[in-house]
């Protein structure tokens, strides 16, 4: 079953994104298409971009944990990105922790932390031909 939310590969990286609240149902397809995807597709690393969600209640929260374990039990790292402040801060308000849950300010931050670097930082560092 398809989510119907975008699930973009990178190298052996998947970008994906929650563009709106998930239901039960949008959820589990998510979950099934995201770990199907890591298991044949030999993936090493997921990036989940929560940026547009303004909300991330306790169902949301459950889901992004069971996709973190379930993804690092696959061998792969996951990532949540681009988590606003106002859900950071109503997370902690609530006592919703992410356990399990490797965090980064944006998509950006989570790809250098999987090891891609820029094209003019890769590219200093190659050697040069003479």
Do not use: C, Y
């Not at 975008?6 to 995201?34: H, N, Y």
């Not at 993936?43 to 069971?66: K, W």
């Amino acid at each position: 079953m398809n989510a119907g939310l975008p699930i973009l590969r990178l190298g052996d990286i998947l970008l994906s994104g929650l563009l709106s609240d998930l239901d039960d149902k949008t959820a589990l397809a998510f979950t099934d298409e995201l770990t199907t995807r890591i298991a044949n597709e030999d993936i090493r690393g997921v990036i989940i971009d929560i940026s547009r969600l303004e909300i991330v209640d306790s169902f949301v929260a459950r889901v992004l944990m069971q996709l973190a374990g379930t993804g690092q039990l696959l061998g792969a790292r996951m990532i949540v990105a681009g988590m606003r402040p106002a859900v950071a801060l109503t997370l902690t308000e609530l006592g919703l922790q992410l356990t399990g849950v490797r965090t980064a300010l944006n998509a950006e931050q989570a790809m250098e932390l999987l090891g891609w670097r820029r094209p003019v930082e890769a590219a200093e560092e190659a050697p040069h031909a003479s």
